[in-house]
């Protein structure tokens, strides 16, 4: 593989070959190693999930409150 200046891409291209770089990463996740820090932070964060169950906006909320704002 040869070198690319990275400096030389547009902001659009550089965002576009990250875009394909994590996506190459994602049918294996266990190619990114996680630290022993961001374990136990999912671990905790699993933990609270069980405790305190889903939180947040339900997804057709977040839209409908999109759409109510532009009209």
């Known amino acids: 593989m040869g070198n ?10 550089r965002l576009k070959l990250m875009e394909q770089i994590w996506d190459s990463l994602t049918p294996k996740p266990e190619a990114v190693p996680l630290t022993h820090a961001q374990y136990e ?18 997804w057709d909320e977040v839209l409908r409150q ?6």
């Open 41 to 58: 932070e999912l671990d905790r964060r699993l933990d609270e999930l069980d405790r305190e169950g889903p939180s947040g906006i339900p």
């Open 4 to 13: 690319v200046d990275i400096s030389s891409l547009s902001l659009e291209e």
């Open 66 to 71: 999109i759409r109510s704002r532009s009209r």
